[in-house]
């Protein structure tokens, strides 16, 4: 008996161990995630740092210096390009080696190969929309450039040359817990990083609920909820500019387009991500120099979607954030220009409905005769299971992301239509990284126009200022040369008239420089008034942000650094001045009860901003979001309809103006309601929801409660992120914080005889969460502070911010 006891106790014991070292669905291999010698715990790293580090390094020509500040933000000096890029991969990999994997392998279309079939819809979505293909021909444009190559190709080596270095222990937690290992670093992944930018800021269309909008109300009532150009505007080039060119020949609207916009049946069967940068020249100034600010929003992580860094080698010295994972500064200054971006929004993501010969996808009809597709197979490998191979089939538009219902999945691609191929420009050769390769060195205004020429996709608000004194703005981009609204809903793909038609000359895209106002701005608004001869898209962000940049912009004087940096996190709302009064006077306050008179009064005591402690805020956002549904719920809410919902704006213009309007009254009732009876409808449902969650009127009903603010990790791996926290902002404000999104990255930067650069990003530059420095910068972001960079002159320049010293020498 006491030998079975004993045999089954080592079995036992082996089980476990076995079981330890395996992983099991999402669970990590727990002894191995536990191992005192190489599992979590040789991720804790202590605050205090080494002054003096040396590091022999392969593949390197000459010695480089990299000095440390504060903040573990890097300065490197090198004596070369080569090196300067094989050291920022390098250091960048030390301090983000798992975010620039899982970045990669997002846009590639690996996801699965770390974390089983779970991923395989998205990887799927991935290869079917092109991002592979994109990157394969961006790859080939930019390895014809010298430079660019040489930069991707250090930068690659320098990643590689820090993963040589490493053994298990080593390894960033995150690939700990999914039990994978880091692999070699390949100039393509700097791409595929830009192409998932590009996904992020021009990887969307609202032509699928358009055309559904179009095919059931017809083409009067659509052009009328969805106008071309807005009823409130504050255009990105100031409205007036004129032109000084001669415009190609507009395109001609399609057969199709034309059939589907006189009422005959059509051929055929969200606010988007947001940021604000401005700049104010010397004459507006205290120092009498131009001042430049930038904030792009978008999503809030950890670790940071952007690294701080200090480049600096003969004929370069700049300083800013790069892209984990591609070379240069994306945003950011040298000593004599400052530039930042925020995003267009231009219309280069278009679907065509493809008319397929039979089942077998070989042929498609289009120009009055079939066509041959091109098959591109793509292997998807799946971990703990057979590879996909998946056949994606390529017309001259683009890829047929879906060709059969049955290949269609659920979820977030719901929207993408079947039979349809997608022509997106990020598709295309381009080489957008030159852009930043030449801003990097650029000494004046000639310079910043010559780098935007190399810029595609996607498009952006260039802003700009020089140390002579010059600004300006450029709303940049490779621009499709399109009819009017050619891409505003589906489009044929066996009509030649629906095909792009070249394409607007770079020297025609909308600019304006050193205007008389003394001040220009974008925040993702109209890029200009609707005197400019080119279609750029029908749809932009609304316009309350850039009005209120505006409005404070034109009455500074003497501006410093502080009036910026305040504006940045300005939290008052030009959407609730617009429309507040109006929703007020319609309130009849004899037929209120108790609660609904204490929030009226808070409304009408409300100063319109959006800070964290304001109730009028709660009161007013929740108010305008019920209104709003009950327009619109009844015509264009059913899930199955998947209608695209009118604008904000359009909205605001029928309570003003139209307050009979058709849309006011309730399909689901017998009486015809007007504006002013669902404005008391929504604000008693108002007080009532809030009364239900919070109680009755008072501090839990402030703002900071009522909105959801986050900042999670990456993977949303729990405990390694923020959580959720108490702020103000809206998407309506300038500090457009909502939700997990908002200001990546806030810089001023003051130009002059001696540039002065102010910035600061939600986080730390660790992706480490055993680091002190993976998130000693969150509160000074979330103050509304900036901290002052560090801008170097020279290795060997003193001074006490410089915490370290790491030497990189030749192996």
């Not at 490493?166 to 880091?182: C, G, M, Q, S, V």
């Not at 992120?721 to 909502?738: E, F, H, P």
């Amino acid at each position: 008996m006491k030998a079975i006891k004993a045999l089954l106790s080592i079995v036992f014991t082996l089980a476990l161990i076995w079981a330890l070292q395996h992983k099991f669905g999402s669970l990590p291999p727990i002894g191995k995630f536990l191992n005192p010698c190489n599992g979590f715990w040789q991720n804790a790293e202590s605050k205090h740092i080494l002054k003096e580090e040396n590091l022999n390094i392969e593949g390197l020509q000459k010695p480089v210096i990299i000095r440390f500040d504060e903040n573990m933000i890097p300065h490197i000096f090198a004596q070369n390009d080569h090196d300067l890029y094989l050291a920022q991969g390098f250091v960048t990999a030390r301090d983000r080696l798992w975010q620039m994997d899982i970045q990669t392998r997002q846009a590639a279309g690996r996801l699965s190969e770390i974390v089983g079939p779970k991923a395989l819809e998205i990887d799927r979505f991935h290869r079917r929309t092109g991002m592979v293909y994109g990157a394969e021909n961006s790859l080939r444009a930019a390895m014809r450039d010298p430079q660019v190559k040489l930069a991707m190709e250090a930068y690659s080596q320098g990643v590689n040359s820090y993963i040589h270095r490493l053994t298990p222990r080593d390894y960033p937690i995150e690939f700990k817990l999914l039990d994978y290992a880091p692999e070699e670093f390949k100039p393509i992944n700097c791409i595929y990083l830009l192409k998932l930018m590009a996904e992020t800021l021009a990887g969307r269309t609202d032509a699928v609920q358009m055309t559904n909008v179009l095919n059931k109300f017809g083409p009067a009532v659509t052009r009328d909820l969805f106008p071309d150009y807005p009823f409130r505007e504050d255009p990105i080039i100031p409205a007036g500019t004129k032109w000084n060119f001669t415009p190609l020949k507009t395109p001609q609207p399609s057969a199709s387009f034309l059939a589907s916009q006189s009422g005959l049946p059509a051929n055929n069967k969200p606010e988007g991500i947001g940021s604000n940068n401005w700049v104010i020249a010397g004459s507006k100034t205290a120092s009498g120099y131009p001042i430049l600010a930038n904030d792009p929003h978008l999503n809030l992580t950890y670790p940071s979607i952007w690294y701080q860094i200090q480049l600096s080698a003969p004929g370069v010295n700049t300083y800013g954030v790069s892209i984990p994972g591609a070379p240069c500064i994306i945003i950011g200054y040298n000593e004599r220009i400052s530039w930042g971006v925020t995003n267009v929004d231009a219309d280069v993501y278009d679907w065509y409905q493809i008319k397929f010969k039979d089942n077998t996808h070989q042929e498609y009809w289009y120009n009055n005769q079939w066509n041959k597709v091109k098959p591109r197979l793509e292997r998807i490998n799946v971990r703990g299971q057979a590879a996909v191979i998946d056949t994606v089939f390529y017309t001259h538009h683009g890829p047929v992301t879906f060709e059969e219902p049955e290949k269609k999945p659920s979820g977030k691609n719901k929207p993408v239509p079947v039979a349809h191929a997608l022509r997106w420009l990020a598709h295309d050769e381009s080489d957008e990284l030159k852009t930043f390769y030449l801003l990097n060195r650029g000494k004046n205004y000639g310079d910043y126009r010559q780098a935007l020429t190399y810029y595609s996709c996607p498009a952006q608000n260039f802003i700009f200022a020089a140390a002579d004194k010059d600004i300006a703005l450029t709303p940049n981009g490779k621009y499709p040369l399109k009819y009017r609204d050619q891409g505003k809903f589906i489009l044929n793909g066996a009509d030649p008239g629906d095909d792009w038609h070249g394409w607007i000359p770079n020297d025609q895209n909308p600019t304006v420089k050193n205007p008389a106002r003394g001040y220009l701005s974008s925040a993702n608004q109209s890029s200009t008034d609707p005197t400019y001869p080119y279609y750029l898209n029908w749809q932009f962000a609304p316009y309350e942000r850039a009005h209120r940049i505006n409005t404070r912009l034109a009455a500074m004087q003497k501006a410093t650094v502080d009036s910026m940096r305040n504006l940045q996190t300005d939290n008052y709302s030009i959407f609730a001045h617009d429309v507040m009064a109006e929703m007020l006077k319609n309130i009849d306050i004899t037929k209120l009860d108790e609660n609904q008179l204490e929030a009226v009064k808070l409304l009408e005591k409300w100063d319109l901003r959006y800070d964290e402690n304001s109730v009028g805020a709660s009161i007013f956002d929740t108010w305008w979001k019920n209104f709003y549904d009950m327009i619109w719920q009844d015509n264009f809410g059913k899930p199955e309809d998947n209608l695209k919902l009118p604008s904000r704006d359009r909205t605001v213009q029928l309570m003003l103006q139209e307050p009979q309007s058709k849309w006011f009254d309730n399909l689901e009732t017998p009486v015809v309601e007007t504006c002013a009876d669902l404005l008391s409808q929504s604000f008693a449902k108002t007080v009532s929801q809030l009364h239900k969650k919070y109680g009755k009127p008072g501090t839990e009903w402030e703002w900071g409660n009522v909105k959801e603010t986050y900042l999670n990790h990456l993977a949303n791996i729990p405990g390694m992120g923020v959580g959720k926290y108490k702020a103000g902002g809206t998407s309506t404000t300038v500090n457009a914080l909502i939700g997990g999104h908002g200001p990546s990255w806030r810089m001023v930067v003051q130009l002059g005889p001696k540039v002065k650069g102010y910035g600061v990003f939600p986080g730390g530059e660790s992706g480490n969460p055993g680091s002190y420095f993976y998130d000693n910068m969150f509160n000074t972001w979330r103050k509304g502070q900036l901290n002052e960079l560090l801008f170097l002159q020279s290795a060997n320049e003193s001074s006490s911010r410089i915490k370290s010293t790491l030497t990189l020498k030749t192996k």
